[in-house]
């Protein structure tokens, strides 16, 4: 009789033991599911808002090189949210499927941050050099340029990867007016 109350026992220890790590179990789940929604929606709202400024930044970079063409140099504050690269960062944490995509995002992120730094450099440099800029600068502030426009361009596809990953089932998500944004942007390289 004494070993059946001793089982009774170790039951009655263990049923709200094993219940208690069930719903710690169940409420990691939910806390991720629930910042994984939250990530997803924030960061389709960065990319989209971001995306669409694919073309314009592209604009701008055109209008600061004819600038440049004509002696003047004129700056233009070009930001690339942090906050969306964070975001990427945790979205490759908590979607598996998704990691290389994100991964991608973040490094043409970081390309494009580090081109846009080069940039600036180059026409400080060129700032405080004498008024009529030497062909070699001209050169290495054009090619600059040139290479950032591209990467804008590659970092908005790895955005449209994103996007075409976030929402594969979201028959209503109008991926061809972001391939014409893509290829309109192209044209201004």
């Not at 069930?22 to 989209?48: A, D, F, M, P, Q």
């Not at 030497?134 to 950032?148: D, E, H, M, P, V």
Request: hydrophobic share 40%.
């Amino acid at each position: 009789m004494e070993d059946h109350s001793f089982f009774l026992e170790i039951i009655k220890l263990t049923i709200p033991f094993v219940f208690s790590l069930v719903l710690i179990l169940v409420s990691y789940r939910y806390n991720k599911y629930i910042e994984y929604k939250s990530k997803k929606s924030h960061l389709i709202k960065g990319i989209t808002n971001d995306f669409k400024d694919c073309i314009n930044i592209c604009t701008v970079l055109n209008t600061q090189l004819d600038y440049l063409k004509q002696g003047e140099v004129k700056y233009y504050n070009i930001d690339f949210p942090i906050s969306l690269s964070d975001c990427a960062k945790r979205m490759a944490e908590l979607d598996c499927s998704g990691s290389a995509k994100y991964s991608t995002y973040l490094a043409f992120t970081e390309i494009v941050r580090n081109d846009h730094k080069n940039l600036i450099s180059l026409l400080n440099m060129a700032a405080n050099s004498s008024p009529k800029i030497n062909n070699i600068l001209y050169g290495a502030i054009a090619s600059q340029f040139k290479a950032l426009k591209k990467d804008i361009v590659l970092k908005a596809e790895s955005e449209l990867e994103i996007l075409k990953h976030l929402n594969k089932k979201d028959n209503s998500f109008d991926f061809k007016a972001y391939n014409t944004i893509i290829e309109s942007a192209r044209l201004l390289i």
